[in-house]
């Protein structure tokens, strides 16, 4: 009980309710087992195993396990949370005893632990559509996935180093949350690619960090790899939705619990769009791809992650088209306030409004060469004009809003609509709407995703 209050009080909540509600399972589980039996004569009793009850007890059990792991990832993850925080205090406490030269060459010293590769085979690297990643090979034939940090071709030696050690910074980063969060059962299964490491391709003014990709990508994959944004742009949704919408709830759900284990290991990510999502095909022979079901995702765009601790520089690209998913303060060259995870969580409430219209915010001017990325009159709708004209960030917030209570309740539900709002407004201290429209009882920010996740497995379609 005494690790138990340790926990937060918002936490304490959700484990009570997956607890009760494994309990409610267990119960129908164990009538629905019973009535599978008769008696004949005084002890004996013989199995009445219809297909359809044999059906009914396998989808209770199967609920029973999902939910099982749900309450054990749950409390390795904030346990995580809760031991890397420590060690962040401790590290503070250390800093604080050395003399500020010291501290100095501590915060530009970082440990090189992600592995230095050879550079991919060049005719290898193909593009992703949507996405400024590639796919390259390695020398042994395997597919990786590699994302490149570029420097001027005039650039001096000390940019060069700069860009060099941003890259390893962001390697080495990668490969300790690998580390931390690989120790949980059930995380890591592809919502965050595990980093190889990084090489260095100065001949082409870049470097580059390399993840690994799951089977069957990493071998001769037979279905393309799309990104989010690339799914929102197919041609075939013209045609009209043909995946269920329970799959766009799921996706949602491992987009969530992909960024829940990024800040368990206390790291911002601070680059989340749908160009920065992959989604996966199923893997099996006989299933089908898109668009009869959406496959499950992965993170990726880490060049501008940070640890959660370090302070932020509160530079931006100021791009309009990366700018639409960030929180009202973080927006333009210069931004107003330091980034924190709740501005993580600002950026998922964006993506969750595409996710639930399937459509995205931006689309292709076609008629300009090279393309120009223009706002989408599809997804705005009625409000595409005022959105065209409006310029101000908070009013954007506004829009998205208007969305959230107005067109996607009739999507896919007021649930989703509410999660959609609770992270709209979380930076504001709007959070406790997800729980129960009032409470909000100062759960650290950790917490605050816990309950978009949670909400997002409550609901079915």
């Known amino acids: 009980?005494?690790?138990?209050?340790?926990?937060?009080?918002?936490?304490?909540?959700?484990?009570?309710?997956?607890?009760?509600?494994?309990?409610?399972?267990?119960?129908?589980?164990?009538?629905?087992?019973?009535?599978?039996?008769?008696?004949?004569?005084?002890?004996?009793?013989?199995?009445?195993?219809?297909l359809i009850r044999k059906r009914g007890l396998d989808r209770y059990q199967k609920q029973i396990d999902d939910w099982s792991e749900r309450l054990t990832r749950r409390l390795l993850l904030r346990g995580l949370a809760m031991n890397?925080?420590?060690?962040?205090?401790?590290?503070?406490?250390?800093?604080?005893?050395?003399?500020?030269?010291?501290?100095?060459?501590?915060?530009?010293?970082?440990?090189?632990?992600?592995?230095?590769?050879?550079?991919?085979?060049?005719?290898?690297?193909?593009?992703?559509?949507?996405?400024?990643?590639?796919?390259?090979?390695?020398?042994?034939g395997t597919?990786?996935?590699v994302e490149y940090k570029y420097f001027g071709k005039d650039a001096s030696v000390k940019e060069k180093m700069f860009t060099k050690r941003s890259v390893r910074d962001i390697a080495t980063m990668l490969c300790e949350a690998n580390a931390r969060i690989g120790r949980i059962p059930g995380t890591?299964?592809?919502?965050?690619?595990?980093?190889?490491?990084?090489?260095?391709?100065?001949?082409?003014?870049?470097?580059?960090?390399?993840?690994?990709l799951p089977s069957p990508w990493s071998g001769a994959p037979q279905r393309p790899l799309r990104s989010l944004r690339d799914l929102l742009w197919s041609p075939e949704n013209a045609k009209g939705s043909r995946h269920n919408l329970n799959d766009r709830v799921a996706l949602a759900r491992s987009i969530a619990s992909a960024v829940l284990e990024i800040h368990a290991a206390h790291f911002v990510h601070k680059s989340i769009r749908p160009s920065n999502i992959l989604v996966f095909d199923p893997d099996t022979p006989d299933s089908k791809g898109y668009p009869y079901a959406i496959g499950r995702p992965a993170v990726i765009g880490f060049e501008q992650t940070r640890p959660d601790?370090?302070?932020?520089?509160?530079?931006?690209?100021?791009?309009?088209?990366?700018?639409?998913?960030?929180?009202p303060d973080r927006q333009g060259l210069k931004s107003r306030v330091p980034y924190?995870?709740?501005?993580?969580?600002?950026?998922?409430?964006?993506?969750?409004?595409?996710?639930?219209?399937?459509?995205?915010?931006?689309?292709?001017?076609?008629?300009?060469?090279?393309?120009?990325l223009v706002h989408n009159r599809q997804f705005w709708g009625s409000l595409y004009t005022t959105r065209c004209q409006e310029q101000d960030p908070a009013k954007?917030?506004?829009?998205?809003?208007?969305?959230?209570?107005?067109?996607?309740p009739q999507t896919i539900g007021g649930r989703f609509a509410s999660v959609i709002e609770a992270c709209l407004t979380c930076v504001e201290g709007g959070f406790g709407e997800v729980e129960d429209g009032r409470d909000n009882d100062g759960a650290d920010e950790v917490a605050y995703l816990e309950k978009v996740v949670e909400s997002l497995e409550a609901i079915c379609l």
Do not use: N
Request: net charge negative; with cysteine; hydrophobic share 40%.
């Open 143 to 145: 597919v990786v996935l």
């Open 188 to 212: 890591g299964a592809g919502g965050i690619l595990k980093c190889l490491g990084y090489f260095e391709d100065e001949a082409r003014f870049r470097y580059g960090v390399v993840s690994q």
């Open 396 to 408: 954007t917030k506004a829009l998205y809003q208007k969305l959230a209570r107005s067109v996607i």
């Open 309 to 327: 601790w370090e302070e932020s520089e509160r530079l931006s690209s100021g791009v309009w088209e990366e700018d639409i998913y960030r929180h």
């Open 1 to 50: 009980m005494d690790s138990l209050s340790k926990l937060g009080p918002s936490l304490q909540k959700i484990l009570v309710r997956v607890l009760l509600h494994l309990h409610t399972l267990l119960s129908e589980f164990k009538s629905e087992l019973e009535s599978c039996y008769e008696k004949d004569g005084e002890d004996v009793k013989r199995w009445k195993f219809a």
């Open 340 to 372: 924190s995870i709740l501005h993580d969580i600002y950026s998922l409430g964006v993506v969750f409004i595409e996710i639930a219209l399937w459509r995205s915010a931006v689309s292709h001017d076609r008629q300009r060469d090279p393309p120009l």
């Open 84 to 140: 890397v925080e420590a060690e962040a205090q401790a590290r503070a406490e250390r800093q604080e005893k050395k003399t500020p030269e010291v501290q100095i060459q501590a915060r530009q010293t970082i440990p090189a632990i992600a592995a230095l590769l050879p550079t991919p085979q060049e005719h290898s690297i193909k593009s992703i559509g949507g996405s400024s990643a590639f796919l390259a090979s390695l020398s042994d």
